[in-house]
């Protein structure tokens, strides 16, 4: 099979992505299929001359074109050897790639892809309306405050409304992100403008979040079926980016070391969420459990990590899915999918 990987992009998880890419690029291979890749940012290949995929150094990260990336895509699926392909894997994060801009592009381009479809991409990279959609699913949420942003930053009466509502530490970050870019862990009042400028780096849409002291639990769904959980133990205390994608600075478990009703109680609101919000393929949902024992669901991530830190091939590995095993479900997954 003839499979086009989608890697890069013009996000701030770009790094990430190309790693991503080079991981699937690499199973692909062993798979037996045969391997195209680009860069949506660029319309560029990311295979040097032995078919090798580029690492995030070489491929480059600076002096990208400003044109949107669904016009590079649209040239670069419309040229060449790609015209033929029989699905686009998108290892794509954050920005177009997971908003729903591309996955429109392919469908309007007739292309089959992995992964969830535009309108559950879009719903998922929003922070806030997957909160609502919790609520109408009685699925347990941190409490939030929705704020957008014109040039004046964070008001004294946003600033108010905040101190009104939380109390300190308390979480702000963009509205629709990923991998926790822009995000601060507020400890006083006086940090909130600056919070907000981190932030406003990433998205106008800033969300503020009740901070919930507790154990940070993930579980990946693949095609509507909850993985084992994994729990994540970052050595600084916050599973920031740091400790997401530097090896060593954080420990994983799997399966988590947690109740048996636990595991009950997150696998099943994993599954009702990436239901509700129409999600396909592979997704993973994030969660947290205070010192209580009670579970707060933070967000489903339409288009998971694929490298070795990555969390759902760890879970996929737990529960007998080998990662080559894990490519070729989501491909498979791609393929009978019917928008």
Known sequence: ?????????????????????????AGLNRLGHEVLAIDPATGRTLLDSSGTFLTADSAGNSNLPVAPVSTEVA??????????????????????????????????CGKKYTGSNMRASAVAMDKALTKRLMATANIRTPDWLLFHLD???????????ITARFTCPFIVKPNESGSTVGLT???????????????????????????????????AVLDGEP??????????????????????????????PVSDSVVVEIQEAARKLYEVIGAAGLAR?????????????????????????SLAPMAAKAAGIDFDQLLERIIQSGLRRRD
């Open 75 to 108: 040239v670069a699926l419309n040229t060449g050897g790609l015209k033929e392909v029989d699905i686009v894997f998108i290892a794509l994060h954050g920005g177009a790639g997971e908003n729903g801009t591309l996955q429109n592009l392919l469908e309007l």
């Open 151 to 161: 040039d004046a930053g964070a008001t004294p009466e946003m600033v108010d409304e």
């Open 185 to 219: 862990k507020v400890e006083r009042y006086g940090q909130i403008p600056a919070a907000f400028v981190e932030a406003a780096k990433e998205s106008r849409h800033v969300l503020v979040e009740e901070y919930i002291h507790g154990r940070e639990l993930t579980v």
């Open 227 to 256: 993985l084992p959980v994994v729990e994540i133990r970052p050595k600084s205390g916050l599973y920031d980016y740091e400790a997401k994608y530097t090896k060593g600075k954080s420990e994983y478990i799997v399966p988590a």
């Open 285 to 309: 949902v994030d969660f947290l459990m205070d010192d209580s024992g009670l579970t707060y669901c933070l967000e489903l991530n339409s288009l998971p990590g694929m490298t070795n830190l």
């Open 1 to 25: 099979m003839k499979v086009l990987v989608l890697a890069g992009g013009n996000s701030s998880e770009r790094a990430v992505s190309l790693n991503t890419g080079a991981a699937i690029g």
